[in-house]
């Protein structure tokens, strides 16, 4: 299953540095979701596109910045981490956005650990 | 609040039924997926539920009872790589997928 595909699978990270994740969809699917995945803990939603627009935010703080160029891309930018955010980073995909029942398709996820 | 419960893990025998239960309470309903993830892989999508009664699916089966906030996952003929976590997940009134923690399922020969 390669419908959606997430770089890198694994990433170190110290506190000061700065780094991106990508995600690239596949499937021609107009909405992109990135999720967040500690151990134990259900998944928690931080920001969903919707035809390159950002439809949602959850309280995310601002150290975690997303872009969306097309509808196929989607990236989380990363600055002065904690390590409390050491977690799996999931993107998402669905034909539609939200005012829909589609079933989202994830990518294998980011394991993030910071330093 | 918006509340879902199902068993942290649970443990079956290779060729075996195991069912795993979720209960939920959400804002309003829009259905109701169960996900299987093995570990350090992608969630990966199995059912969807909308109206009460049951899906089956292969050796796999989902039961929805709206009037009572549950839903059932049925594995049967299990086998070892079915060993993987299940999240379930009802969608509420504004669409949002509102995420269970998990099940833990282990396999033993």
């Known amino acids: 299953e390669t419908g959606v595909t997430q770089t890198p699978r694994h990433l170190v990270m110290g506190m000061t540095n700065k780094k991106s994740l990508k995600c690239e969809q596949h499937l021609g699917h107009n909405a992109m979701y990135w999720y967040k995945q500690s151990a134990k803990k259900p998944l928690e939603l931080m920001f969903v596109y919707?035809?390159?627009?950002?439809?949602?935010?959850?309280?995310?703080?601002?150290?975690?910045?997303?872009?969306?160029?097309?509808?196929?891309?989607?990236?989380?930018?990363?600055?002065?981490?904690?390590?409390?955010?050491?977690?799996?980073?999931?993107?998402?995909?669905?034909?539609?956005?939200?005012?829909?029942?589609?079933?989202?398709?994830?990518?294998?996820?980011?394991?993030?650990?910071?330093? | 609040g918006q509340n879902i419960d199902q068993p942290t893990e649970m443990t079956a025998t290779e060729g075996a039924i195991v069912q795993i239960n979720c209960t939920y309470q959400t804002s309003g309903f829009n259905g109701l997926f169960w996900y299987q993830q093995h570990a350090g892989e992608a969630p990966t999508f199995l059912s969807y539920n909308v109206l009460d009664g049951l899906e089956e699916k292969g050796r796999f089966s989902s039961f929805l009872s709206r009037s009572k906030g549950y839903s059932y996952l049925l594995l049967k003929e299990l086998q070892m790589k079915d060993s993987a976590s299940y999240l379930c997940a009802p969608m509420d009134s504004n669409y949002q997928l509102i995420w269970g923690a998990g099940t833990k399922l282990i396999i033993k020969p």
């Open chain 1, 50 to 115: 919707s035809l390159e627009e950002r439809v949602e935010n959850n309280s995310v703080p601002s150290r975690f910045s997303p872009e969306c160029p097309n509808s196929s891309h989607l990236f989380l930018h990363l600055h002065t981490l904690q390590p409390e955010d050491s977690a799996l980073y999931l993107c998402a995909s669905s034909q539609e956005g939200p005012g829909s029942q589609e079933t989202q398709y994830f990518g294998p996820g980011t394991r993030l650990l910071v330093l």
